[in-house]
């Protein structure tokens, strides 16, 4: 079993929609949570970042962190069809300066916004 | 744009070959990361310089090497390339070296072994 899950999708929604996004993870030792966004053969670009439970809120895009399940969602309001793009979830157990940075990615969901 | 630059952006070899690509961090970020991105695996953390020592190691094979310079620029070598060692390769860089850190991303290398 992998420690972080993500449903590949593909997930098709139409121009705005509000799109919800999921991860699960099996290691209780992480405590920062990411969403990073890819476009096609492009570098992963941070979205959000967030440490230990809760939300955050950045615009269209809101991240959520329940420890407790070890469950992490991205929701996208108004989707535009500039948000299509593979989106990755990753975490990272390690804290201070002496463990190193080491993150560990889902497998990414594609998502399609149509105009 | 990130402001993390790798070369080459393509790379195309033959099994059994060796290559090496080449990462040159943000300013200011001290810790480089290595990591390999397929289709089968996904994006897999390989290796973590900070500040010329290596600092974190993950599933990387031994074929593989890295090291950082003093000039904090990372390369990453490939040795006895096999087809299945053809996937994009990332480099990543960020100010500290803890996982509290933000990591950018390059635009990366897209490595074909034939």
């Known amino acids: 079993q992998k420690e972080v899950e993500q449903d590949p999708g593909p997930l098709s929604v139409p121009e705005g929609a509000i799109v919800s996004l999921n991860c699960t993870y099996s290691?209780?030792?992480?405590?920062?949570f990411m969403w990073y966004r890819q476009y096609s053969r492009k570098g992963p670009e941070l979205l959000m970042y967030?440490?230990?439970?809760g939300n955050k809120e950045d615009g269209r895009f809101t991240a959520q962190v329940d420890k407790s399940s070890k469950y992490i969602s991205l929701f996208i309001r108004d989707s535009q069809p500039s948000d299509s793009a593979t989106y990755l979830c990753a975490m990272s157990a390690n804290r201070g300066n002496n463990q190193g940075g080491k993150l560990i990615f889902g497998q990414g969901t594609e998502l399609s916004v149509k105009p | 744009d990130s402001g993390v630059t790798q070369t080459p952006k393509h790379l195309i070899t033959a099994t059994g070959q060796r290559v090496t690509l080449r990462c040159s961090p943000r300013?200011?970020?001290?810790?480089v990361y290595w990591y390999q991105q397929s289709l089968d695996q996904g994006l897999q953390f390989l290796i973590q310089y900070y500040n010329g020592e290596e600092r974190a190691k993950g599933n990387i094979l031994e074929r593989f090497s890295a090291q950082q310079f003093p000039d904090l620029h990372s390369e990453l070598n490939l040795s006895s390339l096999e087809l299945g060692d053809s996937a994009l390769y990332f480099c990543a860089s960020s100010v500290g070296l803890g996982g509290q850190e933000t990591q950018y991303f390059g635009p990366g290398t897209r490595l074909l072994v034939l």
């Open positions: 967030t440490y230990s439970s």
């Open positions: 290691n209780s030792a992480f405590q920062y």
């Open positions: 300013s200011g970020d001290l810790s």
